[in-house]
């Protein structure tokens, strides 16, 4: 601020009030673009932990598994000719999304509370910790195929429509695991793995995938 500046905010003091008005709206502004990627994140979490609370034990039972021959299916998608995916805009921006949404609840509702322990037979809660991690399997798995849908609209994320493939029919089988009660670690670990292997691809191709918070 010059002279001149100083002396007219000192005679009009409105002035400075706007001046500072305009300051602080700037600041908010760049708050809500910084939190706008984890309250969305949050937001998909938030979704998962409803399924588990509204899905009965015996609709997961039913339907918690995509329907048979769905791996297959998904095989000859990522296998064909991604030309003929419907177009989806903005698909490097809408990859991220439904890729972070994916990986973050499959690690927050399924991963860490296995490695907790609780999906131990005579574990606390070990029956609400189950039925949270099927219908967060079912949201983990529709994210991932959003994420293939994306993958195909851009070439730069067309290489990893495979390996997104690969990631779906292991978060089925982990489903059907799960729904048995008898989930391993090597049945966890797998797609785990998938995730990071994943993650430094897309951060290779441009599309950097944060972990959700829960």
Same mark, same amino acid.
């Given at each position: ?19 500072? /008005?305009?300051?602080?709206?700037? $600041? ?5 673009? +910084?939190? #706008?990627?984890?309250?969305? %994140? ?9 399924? %588990? ?14 329907? #048979? ?9 990522? %296998?064909?000719?991604?030309? $003929?995916?419907?177009?989806?805009? $903005? ?9 972070? &949404?994916?990986?973050?609840?499959? @690690? ?10 609780? +999906? ?7 029956? +609400? $910790? ?26 730069? &994320?067309?290489?990893?429509? #495979? ?19 008898? /989930? ?7 797609? =785990?793995? =998938? ?12 599309? @950097?995938?944060?972990? %959700?918070?829960?």
């Amino acid at each position: 601020m010059d002279l001149t500046d100083y002396t007219s905010e000192l005679t009009d003091p409105d002035r400075g009030n706007e001046e500072q /008005v305009r300051h602080t709206r700037g $600041a908010a502004v760049g708050r809500r673009s +910084f939190s #706008a990627r984890e309250r969305l %994140c949050r937001l998909g979490t938030a979704v998962a932990l409803s399924l %588990c609370l509204t899905l009965s034990v015996g609709s997961l039972m039913s339907a918690g598994s995509p329907p #048979a021959g769905a791996a297959t299916r998904a095989v000859a998608v990522s %296998c064909g000719d991604t030309s $003929a995916a419907n177009h989806v805009k $903005a698909p490097k921006t809408k990859f991220v999304i439904h890729s972070a &949404l994916a990986f973050g609840v499959f @690690h927050h509702f399924i991963y860490k509370p296995f490695k907790a322990g609780q +999906f131990k037979h005579g574990a606390h809660g070990r029956t +609400f $910790a189950l039925i949270k991690a099927a219908a967060s399997g079912l949201f983990v798995y529709h994210e991932v195929h959003k994420a293939i849908t994306a993958a195909q609209s851009d070439p730069t &994320l067309s290489h990893l429509v #495979a390996p997104l493939t690969s990631l779906q029919i292991a978060i089925s089988k982990v489903g059907d695991r799960i729904k048995g009660g008898n /989930v391993s670690a090597q049945d966890l670990e797998n797609p =785990q793995s =998938q995730i990071s292997n994943l993650r430094s691809q897309a951060s290779a191709a441009g599309a @950097h995938i944060e972990d %959700c918070a829960a």
